[in-house]
């Protein structure tokens, strides 16, 4: 942990949208494997996206997809998630994570259990209705 940094979080209205970063050094962001979570306090952490360099693959659950995606800059290491239409229901502590993986499969089963070898501190998102 430590080495992934997250940013862009804040305490916003209801209805904006927000776009998180996760900065991280290149020989993690090489690991493949890269994935957004949220976790509210005595909460179950909870999935938001995830993507897979080697094939560009990605994926978002279906009860997101209509508001988060997620992207990344390769050359600058740098992981997004863009959130719109943003409600109450969406506050909470937002983390990115890393793992070295070797396909795109592999990187939707490791979501899915939230089994990564990397995470940043947490960025807060707040939304105020």
């Known amino acids: 942990q430590g080495q992934l940094v997250e940013s862009g979080g804040g305490s916003v209205t209801a209805g904006v949208s927000l776009k998180l970063s996760c900065t991280a050094p290149?020989?993690?962001?090489?690991?493949?494997?890269m994935a957004w979570f949220r976790q509210v306090p005595g909460e179950e952490r909870e999935g938001l996206a995830a993507?897979?360099?080697?094939?560009?693959?990605?994926h978002v659950p279906d009860n997101k997809k209509d508001r988060f995606t997620i992207s990344r800059d390769n050359f600058n290491a740098i992981l997004y998630l863009a959130m719109d239409s943003l409600n109450p229901d969406d506050t909470a502590m937002y983390y990115c994570?890393?793992?070295?993986?070797?396909?795109?499969?592999?990187?939707?089963?490791?979501?899915?259990?939230?089994?990564?070898?990397?995470w940043g501190q947490g960025t807060q998102v707040t939304v105020s209705s």
């Open positions: 290149q020989e993690i962001f090489t690991q493949n494997c």
């Open positions: 993507t897979f360099t080697g094939t560009e693959w990605k």
């Open positions: 994570a890393a793992r070295g993986l070797d396909s795109g499969a592999s990187c939707h089963s490791t979501f899915l259990r939230g089994d990564f070898a990397y």
